[in-house]
């Protein structure tokens, strides 16, 4: 019996030195994949090129034509500091920084209820996650938002554990708080949780009057705490716009305004994916299944993101049981599983599900559940201990595999060796990935400071151009449409102070005869010869300078 004590220690402590060396692998591999110049669609038209601007004009001020500058900007602060010195990969390793802290939160967690095996390997299933490895290579700031709500879920938990001590309640407003200056995602947290600490309270306690009043009152006592850090986000947006949150719910605070396009974009529902996505009602019911399935990197209808359908099925199993867990471990559980729940009914009846990232703050409590089914797992074939190990043997290595196939693709995609080497230049490696690069380029190097450039098509990317550049198309359909001579198109963009247009060929012909017939047709053709003088052309983007007096 003592023997067999030790062999299983033995074993233990054998797989615990396997999960080590494949967490120490995955990180070497991120920030592998991570040493590459920037090429990420947000992180060039804002995660980086805002802190970029700020820089630029020696401080945070209101760019109206940036709709993102309104956002909360916890992260892109810390971007500036890297990016004062001219690097722009440090970033990332900022980013990365944040999955690590959430990796160590559900580590210090699942040690204290399950042992450092389950621990490790919960941490290496986070970290691993296709998804999370996809953010942690990238200058986002979703990995912020995930540990700042991570981290305020389990302080909350800390205080059911604590029995209601202040502190600790007071502590998760602090990370919510945090969470809501990182990302205005946030805002699901501190309802969802603000929720969430009356009912704990009122169950745990009673229904006595007295109770109730002290649960509302550690319900607000936690939204105001979340409220106060978040507070100079929302000072700056209201001097600004009248709106703390803006451009979200602009039509409460400013009636009298147009609605903002982010606003529109952002209450995409159900029947909009229908129409967009041409999804039967059938695939739409079963989204919340579908996203743990289909997931596509850069693929609208597929999420945009990729998760594991582990985290699907094992959170099952983490409640085949849980009759026999303690009090505490039963309302933890509820709480994880509630939570998850909530965030992807809110995402999914918010927005029209194109991108995977916006429910990254469900992961790490589904990851928790999937470690917990994993051990519940021993419990179901009792009788059969060698079956039963082969069933947690093949899940892990499913596991570790589909994970495992996703990086080995990030490997090919990102092909950082090349640059790391040396074999491929940071230019070279830039024009590989966005093919605007060459004219912004020599927009840099040729036209005069004071030059304003109209980018048309390019995807709003304007990190990489260091002369003003701008992004208004419907403007630029308006000014058109309205014009009743070319001259007139180009005195009204001169009026804009517009100097240059950056314009992508073949979305911007589509575009024109989508839009554009007849007369109007014919002048914007005269337009475009007559008041644009080309500069610079190649791979499908050109570089014209407007003039206004031809």
Not at 146 to 175: C, D, H, M, P, Q
Not at 219 to 241: C, E, H, K, Q, V
Not at 303 to 329: E, I, M, R, T
Not at 332 to 360: D, G, P
């Amino acid at each position: 019996m003592i023997y067999c004590y030790f062999k299983r220690l033995k074993t233990s402590k054998y797989v615990e030195h396997v999960c080590i060396i494949l967490l120490s692998m995955l990180i070497i591999s991120v920030v592998i994949l991570s040493c590459v110049p920037p090429v990420s669609r947000d992180a060039l038209v804002y995660h980086l090129a805002l802190p970029k601007l700020y820089l630029r004009h020696g401080g945070m001020c209101e760019i109206p034509s940036l709709i993102f500058s309104y956002f909360p900007s916890n992260l892109h602060l810390l971007y500036a500091i890297p990016l004062c010195f001219n690097n722009d990969i440090i970033p990332k390793f900022i980013h990365f920084t944040f999955a690590l802290l959430t990796a160590w939160l559900i580590f210090v967690y699942l040690r204290k209820r399950l042992g450092t095996l389950y621990a490790l390997f919960g941490a290496l299933f986070f970290l691993s996650i296709p998804l999370i490895v996809k953010l942690s290579i990238t200058a986002y700031v979703d990995l912020g938002l995930v540990f700042f709500s991570t981290a305020s879920l389990f302080y909350l938990v800390r205080w059911i554990e604590n029995k209601f001590r202040l502190k600790y309640l007071i502590i998760s407003g602090i990370w919510c708080g945090l969470a809501l200056g990182t990302k205005y995602n946030g805002l699901m947290v501190l309802f969802l949780l603000t929720l969430f600490v009356p009912f704990v309270h009122s169950r745990s306690t009673g229904p006595e009057t007295q109770n109730q009043y002290r649960a509302i009152g550690y319900g607000a006592l936690f939204m105001l705490t979340a409220l106060l850090i978040f507070s100079p986000w929302m000072i700056r947006n209201y001097a600004w716009t009248q709106n703390p949150i803006y451009p979200l719910y602009d039509n409460w605070f400013n009636p009298e305004n147009p609605a903002p396009a982010y606003s529109i974009l952002t209450i995409m529902n159900f029947e909009l994916r229908s129409v967009i996505q041409e999804e039967p009602w059938w695939e739409i019911a079963l989204l919340p299944v579908r996203i743990f399935f289909q997931g596509q990197d850069g693929n609208p209808r597929y999420f945009d993101g990729k998760l594991n359908p582990f985290l699907f099925f094992l959170p099952f199993f983490a409640f085949w049981q849980y009759h026999k867990d303690s009090p505490v471990l039963i309302t933890e559980k509820k709480i994880f599983i509630i939570f998850s729940i909530l965030v992807l009914l809110f995402v999914l009846f918010t927005t029209n599900m194109c991108q995977l990232r916006y429910t990254a703050i469900m992961i790490p409590p589904l990851v928790i559940l999937a470690v917990f089914g994993l051990h519940e797992i021993r419990a179901i074939l009792p009788k059969f201990p060698k079956l039963r190990k082969s069933l947690v043997f093949i899940i892990v290595l499913s596991v570790a595999g589909i994970n495992a196939a996703y990086i080995y693709g990030q490997f090919k995609y990102v092909d950082p060796i090349s640059y790391i080497t040396g074999k491929t230049g940071r230019d070279e490696y830039i024009k590989r990935y966005r093919g605007e690069y060459p004219a912004v380029q020599f927009a840099n190097s040729n036209l005069s400071e004071n030059s304003k450039i109209l980018g048309i098509f390019i995807g709003d990317r304007r990190y990489y151009c260091d002369r003003d550049m701008v992004f208004d198309i419907n403007g630029l359909l308006k000014t058109i449409k309205e014009a009743a001579s070319p001259k007139k198109i180009a005195s009204d963009l001169g009026k804009k102070e517009i100097t240059h247009l950056l314009i992508r060929y073949d979305l911007f012909n589509e575009w024109r005869g989508n839009n554009f017939e007849g007369g109007k047709a014919a002048m914007l053709g005269t337009f475009l010869k007559e008041h644009l003088t080309p500069l610079f052309s190649k791979g499908g983007y050109g570089l014209f300078r407007l003039e206004k007096n031809s």
